[in-house]
């Protein structure tokens, strides 16, 4: 179970492991500050991964919020969404899994960036919507 967030008991702090050879995390993201705080946890790990000398594919977004499924077999993303007006808006990301080499920690830096914008900012924010700036 994931620790409550000292700033809000609504919303969960995110657990992050590093044990020598791969980061283990999770996170249950309701605002976009939650998706910050993740990738502020992984980042003193990332630069012990190994380097992945495979070349990497550029970022391509996911068409759907909702059917997303990572192309990295090493963590996923799951969204849940609520549709207004024809947009998809994220009300919640979980996130969880390994990264073991710098390919996965790019995999997941592009997914945590890309699902953020779909998160509203606060949570009594119930009229942004996606891109909104």
Not at 43 to 70: I, N, T
Not at 86 to 108: E, I, P, Q
Not at 112 to 127: G, I, S
Request: hydrophobic fraction near 35%.
């Amino acid at each position: 179970m994931l620790e409550p967030s000292p700033e809000d008991p609504r919303r969960f702090m995110p657990r992050v492991r590093f044990d020598g050879t791969a980061i283990e995390f999770e996170a249950i993201c309701l605002i976009t500050w939650d998706i910050n705080l993740l990738l502020i946890a992984v980042q003193p790990f990332e630069k012990h991964l190994p380097r992945d000398d495979m070349a990497m594919a550029p970022y391509v977004p996911p068409s759907d919020l909702k059917g997303y499924r990572s192309r990295n077999p090493n963590f996923q993303f799951i969204c849940e969404v609520d549709q207004r007006n024809g947009f998809d808006r994220a009300t919640k990301v979980t996130a969880s899994g390994r990264l073991t080499n710098s390919k996965d920690h790019k995999d997941f830096f592009d997914d945590a960036c890309f699902f953020q914008k779909f998160l509203p900012e606060d949570l009594d924010d119930t009229t942004r919507m996606p891109y909104d700036s």
